[in-house]
């Protein structure tokens, strides 16, 4: 149900990914193992989390790829989580701004639920028609950052992000966290729980 690695949306622009599902040694591994960010998920999901996975995202100059509207819930309710205990770390790489694709958010949505994805073309998304009602009342904010900035949000959070048509990349660093209460009822290609151990 999510996004293949290479994702090339309906005006030929591309955007690729790097997807792991354990967090090493490395700098993403001690980034995704840190008390800052995990322990910060701790205390906003209310309690023990394990690392579902992290995610490099790259999004070319001039011809980077769009991300229509959509919930990672709207996903991961397919893979078992039974409960939107869930949350992702966005850490941009590059400068992340309106001219190069930044994260677009509908603030507050998470609170709307679930919402219906569909089949739209290359990929799947959230239902334009509810999205649309949302809009009427959560503002659309663009999401712009440098490298080292975070924004944290919940997987019922509504987001998207334009095309980037400018001079500069765009790559993001992801770390996604599930509730150890949340453990997915289905082998799928996230992991089940698995204890994370963090470092300070």
Not at 41 to 69: D, F, I, R
Not at 131 to 155: Q, R, T
Request: hydrophobic content about 30%.
């Amino acid at each position: 149900m999510e996004t293949p690695p290479l994702a090339i949306d309906e005006k030929g622009r591309k955007f690729d990914r790097v997807l792991w599902s354990h967090p090493g040694h490395d700098v993403t591994g001690m980034v995704a193992r840190s008390e800052k960010v995990a322990g910060t998920c701790e205390k906003l999901l209310g309690g023990e989390v394990y690392h579902y996975h992290s995610k490099l995202m790259m999004k070319p100059a001039k011809n980077g790829g769009t991300k229509p509207w959509h919930q990672d819930y709207g996903y991961w309710y397919f893979n078992g989580c039974l409960y939107p205990d869930m949350m992702t770390v966005f850490i941009p790489i590059d400068p992340c701004k309106k001219e190069n694709g930044c994260l677009q958010i509908l603030v507050g949505s998470h609170k709307c639920g679930r919402v219906e994805h569909k089949p739209d073309g290359r990929e799947i998304n959230a239902d334009m028609k509810r999205v649309n009602d949302i809009k009427k009342i959560c503002p659309l904010i663009y999401v712009e950052m440098d490298p080292g900035d975070a924004v944290l949000f919940h997987s019922n959070i509504l987001h998207a992000s334009d095309g980037n048509m400018s001079d500069t990349r765009r790559w993001a660093f992801l770390c996604v966290y599930n509730r150890a209460t949340n453990n997915p009822t289905i082998e799928h290609h996230h992991p089940r729980y698995t204890p994370l151990y963090k470092v300070r």
